[in-house]
């Protein structure tokens, strides 16, 4: 079965290596809400304007943007990206179906998340979990996809 | 649907892995379709069917329900 959407197999080393450090990077910063200086520049007021810094009723004449985050989420993005579109080494009609269903997988257990925490997460808190939120149907689909192909295996008998 | 891919396989004395060679997928693909997981494509099976000599129909077999 063709898929034209699946780049090479070669690119799953990168995606390892983006998607751990960036998620370990991401749960510290997320918890310790700590800002690296050296990571943060002064941009011109009338950039704040195009790039939204503090929003458009918000202006200063000279925000700080700090970049750790956007770093974070760029990798996490990529390196999630890499492993879920790089093919496996034989990529066929089972590994296929595999796919598929960690993709329906993602998507049902994203929505059921997200339905849980509108009801019983409410104010600040709420940032958090859309934090969460955009990287979760990418997280649960990879982590279906390589626990059936990789793990499962590994308890099976068979 | 049924198989009886262990069976032939145990005739030809080949493993999932040789198997899964000859037909170009992977192990995990014929385990699927050995333990009725999986039910492969019509090109999936005649492959498998090629390498035991035998008519698709005579590996695999229609349950109740397909």
Request: glycine residues 4%.
């Given at each position: ?15 390892w290596v ?5 998620t370990?990077?991401?749960l ?10 050296h990571l943060c ?7 704040d ?6 929003g ?9 943007l700090c ?14 990206l ?5 093919k496996?080494?034989v990529?066929d ?6 796919r ?10 994203n929505?059921?998340l997200?339905?849980l925490?509108?009801?019983?997460v ?12 955009m ?9 279906r996809f ?5 793990l ?7 | ?10 005739v ?9 060679e000859?037909?170009q ?8 379709i050995?333990?009725?997981?999986y039910?492969p494509s019509?090109?999936l099976?005649?492959k ?9 129909e005579?590996?695999f ?6």
């Open positions: 079965m063709k898929n034209n959407l699946l780049i090479s197999h070669r690119w799953k080393t990168p995606g983006l998607t751990i450090p960036a370990l990077a991401g510290y910063l997320l918890f310790i809400e700590e800002e690296f200086e520049i002064t941009v011109p007021g009338w950039l304007t195009v790039l939204w810094i503090d458009f009723f918000l202006k200063d004449t000279s925000p700080t970049l750790l985050d956007e770093m974070i989420a760029v990798s996490l993005l990529v390196g999630l890499l492993l879920a579109f790089s496996e080494k990529e009609e089972w590994i296929q179906r595999v598929l269903e960690s993709l329906q997988w993602a998507i049902l257990l929505a059921v997200l339905l925490f509108i009801v019983f409410h104010g600040t808190p709420f940032f958090t979990v859309m934090t969460f939120n990287f979760t149907p990418l997280l649960i689909f990879v982590g390589y626990y059936i192909l990789h499962k295996p590994l308890f099976s008998k068979n | 649907m049924k198989n009886i891919i262990r069976v032939e396989r145990a030809l004395n080949i493993s999932q892995a040789e198997l899964a000859r037909v997928v992977t192990r995990q693909t014929i385990n699927a050995e333990l009725g997981k039910v019509a090109a099976a005649m498998i069917a090629r390498v035991f000599g035998k008519k698709v005579e590996v077999e229609l349950e109740d329900g397909d």
